[in-house]
């Protein structure tokens, strides 16, 4: 894989709860598109506690590694918050209170009737010729400066206080300050992505082998998960790149065919959304080993609600009888994980709702609930729109514990679900 | 907040995907765990790309300020999985194929009815001189070494791979070299948690308040997301360490009160599950806006099958009347998003199914659906318990998207049958 030459931009979350806990990081990946947009690759990201050395360490790292550095967290006013001072330490400068930093926050707690304590004097505390990022929207000024050829910015950690900061203040800057930089150019980034669905991440990457020549600036991302293969391109956005990529995209989606189900921000349950929407189709759904997930998932779309009906979830054998009408000698006969249960949960949930097609679910998610003929993982799919419309499928997924059989199952129902509804479509 | 003199680890999260996308690293959050129970301290979290020079970068920075550390992801068959590469250069190794590695993926693929790919030879390429770790889950096998006083182990990103190896493969290990380190004393560190549910973050901040007092070696954090509030005490599990987070623990319980739903890791769900048993009633939902999401988190508990017995996802008001017999004339003049409608569900659902209690849920998740005398996030709570047993909740959830608002309701759902539960076992 080649890599460009190209702006590089490392980020730095602050604090130790980052640390214990198992909190999303979204200020990153906010950063990260702002900076591709402007040319700059996110390429590391490091969190840190609270702890002083540690800060003055990891800003040291990073400013030797990339050029934009991005500090998020530990400008609060509490004696935890030592970032203004590990910014300090890592480049040399003095801190001293700036009477711009003071007034922005003296002004901001007024609005709200209050005037700031002696702890929020220590959010006016700024290293020696730092430029100030005002904060919009909370009291803790933000700040940042040029070092040794790197450009490094500290922002608060509360997203909807950095966000219109990185917006309004710190891209301008930096892109100013970019343009006098000559020695490096910088050059926009684009990524195109494809979803896949129902192989394994290793025939994906047999389908793609050649997709992008040696050398090419182009880089090809192959990036397995319980629901999904993901395959991305990314490139530069300038005139050449991008209609490399747009090409690339083409002939990736003609490798891969119909495991293809979206691109970009699509979601499965967003393009059936879509197909029963254009096909003007409504669905009703009958689960149970997946409990409700699949409804969970199609009711995640804006607006689902014109196309799904209802959703039966039977785990009891007892509810598929009374709920969709599953003869109890066919429950007896073939148990509950079974392809005519499966059919005729389907044609059960369809008949006894206005929808256009029926989908069911059924099968063993584990860990419990196995036998010798019928181990853990064992799915079965249904799918009925109506006479002549009915099908089953049988699944075995290995490996995984209840959470990854209940995602699975409901991403290979939504799967058959779509097949059948572009086949429909064509018709 | 004190240092204690201990152990300290890195994490190092490989993979581009994890710089571009907004995952939630839940692998970091399971080791910190995990090691802070051996006495090592989590320091540093870094991500990195799939690029073999900045990898290599991050491995040797690690190396120099932790004695611990970490790897996940990038071991897989692919040319982007360069991990064993990236460990081998950094530590100036040579990669040699292992019989034991090549024998454990063989054996894995077996079972599964496959032989391994050319690409998946590439796993079995291990840095000289270091242990395999076998995955017993599935086909590349991790690896550890020291290096330098440093212990370094390479493991797969897939949590339910990665999660074994270390409980079963990496700890004892570990913990067998730390005892040969005479330098460095371990002082195992435990984290109790608390799960709160049903205020906001502030009112957990006061009623901790003067809880850990100045100077102890006892860090206390409080994280918040949109379906809880969790409380942690970290600090030394030594005898008297242990003791006083106890005491602080039972001091943290009696002034949350009846807010704290559950301990470690309990989830709300697996709490009413519970309940549930220890009284043996069954459960009958009947969702609206929720869409499914309280009977895919019900069923996410193993054996929640001998609790639940159906589940009824009714978005259309035709679902309403027809699964649930909510009286037309209801719908009509209260419309589907009100009290008297999630009374209705809730006894519906009861009634219709042989289950002790009904709950159900209706409200506006949003962006569309609002009226100005109903705006998004407007949600109400019904519960049956049977004659007498009757009650609804009425809740205005500000500031969420659809996700957001079905996550909260669920849980608002969940927490009004916990209590209900509480209250019907104390009688």
């Given at each position: 894989?080649?890599?460009?030459?190209?702006?590089?931009?490392?980020?730095?979350?602050?604090?130790?709860?980052?640390?214990?806990?198992?909190?999303?990081?979204?200020?990153?990946?906010?950063?990260?598109?702002?900076?591709?947009?402007?040319?700059?690759?996110?390429?590391?990201?490091?969190?840190?506690?609270?702890?002083?050395?540690?800060?003055?360490?990891?800003?040291?790292?990073?400013?030797?590694?990339?050029?934009?550095?991005?500090?998020?967290?530990g400008l609060?006013?509490?004696?935890?918050?030592?970032?203004?001072?590990?910014?300090?330490?890592?480049?040399?400068?003095?801190?001293?209170?700036?009477?711009?930093?003071?007034?922005?926050?003296?002004?901001?707690?007024?609005?709200?009737?209050?005037?700031?304590?002696?702890?929020?004097?220590?959010?006016?505390?700024?290293?020696?010729?730092?430029?100030?990022?005002?904060?919009?929207?909370?009291?803790?000024?933000?700040?940042?400066?040029?070092?040794?050829?790197?450009?490094?910015?500290?922002?608060?950690?509360?997203?909807?206080e950095?966000?219109?900061?990185?917006?309004?203040?710190?891209?301008?800057?930096?892109?100013?300050?970019?343009?006098t930089?000559?020695?490096?150019?910088?050059?926009?980034?684009?990524?195109?992505?494809?979803?896949?669905?129902g192989?394994?991440?290793?025939?994906?990457?047999?389908?793609?082998?050649?997709?992008?020549?040696?050398?090419?600036?182009?880089?090809?991302g192959?990036?397995?998960?319980?629901?999904?293969?993901?395959?991305?391109?990314?490139?530069?956005?300038?005139?050449?790149?991008?209609?490399?990529?747009?090409?690339?995209?083409?002939?990736?989606?003609?490798?891969?065919?119909?495991?293809?189900?979206?691109?970009?921000?699509?979601?499965?349950?967003?393009?059936v959304?879509?197909l029963?929407?254009?096909?003007?189709?409504?669905?009703?759904?009958?689960?149970?080993?997946?409990?409700?997930?699949?409804?969970?998932?199609?009711?995640?779309?804006?607006?689902?609600?014109?196309?799904?009906?209802?959703?039966?979830?039977?785990?009891?054998?007892?509810?598929?009888f009374?709920?969709?009408?599953?003869?109890?000698?066919?429950?007896?006969?073939?148990?509950?994980?079974?392809a005519?249960?499966?059919?005729?949960?389907?044609?059960?949930?369809?008949?006894?709702?206005?929808?256009?097609?029926?989908?069911?679910?059924?099968?063993?998610?584990?860990?419990?609930?196995?036998?010798e003929?019928?181990?853990?993982?064992?799915?079965?799919?249904?799918?009925?729109?109506?006479?002549?419309?009915a099908?089953?499928?049988?699944?075995?997924?290995?490996?995984?514990?209840?959470?990854?059989?209940?995602?699975?199952?409901?991403?290979?129902?939504?799967?058959?679900?779509?097949?059948?509804?572009?086949?429909?479509?064509?018709?």
């Amino acid at each position: 894989m080649s890599k460009m030459k190209s702006w590089t931009a490392e980020t730095i979350a602050i604090g130790s709860e980052l640390l214990l806990g198992g909190r999303l990081d979204t200020n990153s990946l906010f950063i990260a598109d702002q900076l591709a947009a402007c040319g700059v690759e996110l390429r590391y990201k490091t969190t840190v506690g609270d702890d002083l050395s540690d800060m003055v360490s990891v800003v040291k790292a990073a400013l030797r590694r990339v050029r934009v550095v991005i500090l998020t967290g530990g400008l609060g006013p509490t004696i935890d918050d030592v970032t203004r001072e590990a910014v300090a330490r890592a480049t040399g400068r003095r801190l001293s209170r700036r009477k711009a930093a003071l007034d922005g926050m003296t002004a901001r707690l007024a609005e709200w009737g209050r005037t700031p304590t002696t702890s929020q004097f220590r959010q006016a505390m700024i290293p020696a010729g730092a430029d100030i990022l005002a904060n919009p929207v909370g009291t803790a000024p933000g700040f940042s400066l040029v070092w040794k050829g790197a450009y490094l910015a500290a922002l608060p950690g509360v997203p909807r206080e950095m966000e219109p900061m990185v917006r309004d203040g710190l891209l301008p800057q930096l892109q100013a300050w970019m343009r006098t930089q000559k020695r490096l150019s910088a050059s926009p980034m684009i990524r195109r992505v494809l979803h896949t669905s129902g192989v394994p991440e290793s025939i994906v990457d047999q389908a793609l082998v050649g997709l992008v020549p040696a050398g090419s600036t182009i880089q090809l991302g192959i990036f397995a998960s319980p629901m999904e293969v993901m395959v991305s391109l990314t490139g530069p956005a300038g005139a050449e790149g991008a209609v490399t990529i747009e090409q690339m995209l083409r002939d990736a989606k003609a490798r891969l065919g119909d495991i293809v189900y979206g691109e970009e921000e699509e979601t499965m349950e967003s393009v059936v959304g879509r197909l029963l929407n254009e096909q003007k189709l409504t669905l009703a759904v009958a689960e149970s080993c997946t409990g409700g997930l699949i409804g969970h998932r199609l009711t995640q779309v804006p607006g689902s609600s014109t196309y799904v009906d209802r959703v039966a979830v039977t785990y009891s054998n007892r509810a598929k009888f009374e709920m969709l009408g599953v003869p109890v000698v066919v429950l007896d006969r073939h148990g509950a994980v079974s392809a005519e249960v499966a059919a005729a949960m389907a044609r059960g949930i369809r008949e006894r709702s206005s929808a256009s097609v029926g989908l069911s679910v059924t099968g063993i998610a584990g860990p419990g609930g196995a036998t010798e003929r019928k181990p853990v993982g064992l799915v079965y799919v249904g799918l009925d729109g109506g006479p002549g419309e009915a099908m089953t499928r049988e699944f075995r997924f290995h490996g995984g514990d209840r959470t990854v059989i209940k995602q699975r199952s409901s991403q290979a129902a939504l799967d058959l679900l779509r097949r059948w509804l572009i086949k429909k479509g064509q018709e």
